[in-house]
C-alpha cells in the first residue's frame, strides 16, 4: 500500500491538482542521454521489468489509479496551446542538457515530459538533507531554464535505497525533495508550480540487493510537466 504523502507548506499538493480545468500532457516511452557520453540509451527504469514506475510523476502528478484527466493545476500557471506543447518542450530540453552536461544529472524525456535525475552522491551527504554546496550552480541553471520556460509544472521526488526503516526512509525523501524545492523556490521560480513528494523506498529503479543498484534508487528526481488548454 502506497503511504500518505506529506505535503510542505508554500508548495502545491497533490489535491490541489485536481481542482482546476487545465490538462497536463502525459506520453509514455522514454529515452536517456548519458551525461557523460552525451549518447541516447534506454533508461534503467525503462529496462528493469518489474521494478518501479518507468520514471518521474510516480507519485503525485500521476497519482495509482487517477485517469491523466485528473492531472489538473489550479490557476495562477500560464498554459500551452495546441501543437505548440512539442516544440516547447524541445526547447527547455535542449537548455536543460546543455545547463546540466558533466554535472551527473541525467535528463530523460518521456512523451512531452522531462525527468532531471539528480543522485543522492552529488546532491546530498550520506543521510543528510543539506544540499552539496558543489551542486548550486546545476540548480542554478535548472532555476533558469524552469522561470524561462513557466508554462510547466513540476514534481520534486525523494526516493531511498532500502537500507534503514520505512518510516526513516520516507521522512529522509520528503527532506531532500523539501530542499530541491525550496532552493529552486529561492531563485526565482515560483511555489505554486513545485509540488514536493517524499516517495521512501517505495518506488526503485533497480535492485536494492547490490551497492549499485541501492545508489541508484538514492535519488531526487524532478519532472517537469508541460500545462495545456483542454482539446
Do not use: W
Not at 552525451?38 to 485517469?67: C, F, H
Amino acid at each position: 500500500m502506497e503511504k500518505r504523502l506529506l505535503q510542505s507548506r508554500g508548495f502545491i499538493s497533490a489535491r490541489s491538482l485536481a481542482a482546476a480545468g487545465v490538462l497536463i500532457a502525459f506520453v509514455s516511452g522514454c529515452t536517456t542521454v548519458n551525461p557523460y557520453t552525451r549518447e541516447e540509451q534506454t533508461s534503467k527504469a525503462a529496462k528493469g521489468a518489474g521494478i518501479g514506475a518507468a520514471a518521474g510523476a510516480v507519485v503525485g502528478l500521476l497519482t495509482k489509479g487517477d485517469k491523466l484527466e485528473n492531472a489538473l493545476i489550479g490557476a495562477g500557471v500560464g498554459a500551452i496551446t495546441g501543437g505548440g506543447v512539442g516544440y516547447y518542450m524541445d526547447v527547455q530540453e535542449a537548455k536543460l542538457r546543455q545547463k546540466l552536461e558533466g554535472t551527473g544529472v541525467s535528463v530523460t524525456r518521456m512523451g512531452d515530459n522531462i525527468t532531471l535525475n539528480m543522485p543522492s552522491s552529488i546532491t546530498f551527504a550520506t543521510n543528510s538533507s543539506d544540499l552539496n554546496a558543489q551542486f548550486y550552480n546545476a540548480l542554478d541553471g535548472v532555476s533558469m531554464v524552469l522561470k524561462e520556460y513557466n508554462k510547466t509544472v513540476v514534481e520534486v521526488a525523494g526516493h531511498t535505497d532500502s537500507t534503514g526503516t520505512d518510516q526513516y526512509n520516507q521522512a529522509l525523501s520528503q527532506r531532500r525533495a523539501q530542499s530541491v524545492a525550496s532552493y529552486l523556490g529561492s531563485h526565482g521560480v515560483d511555489g505554486k508550480r513545485l509540488m514536493t513528494v517524499g516517495a521512501g523506498e517505495g518506488h526503485p529503479v533497480a535492485s536494492n540487493d547490490t551497492e549499485q543498484g541501492r545508489s541508484a534508487n538514492r535519488r531526487v528526481e524532478l519532472t517537469i510537466v508541460p500545462v495545456t488548454t483542454k482539446g
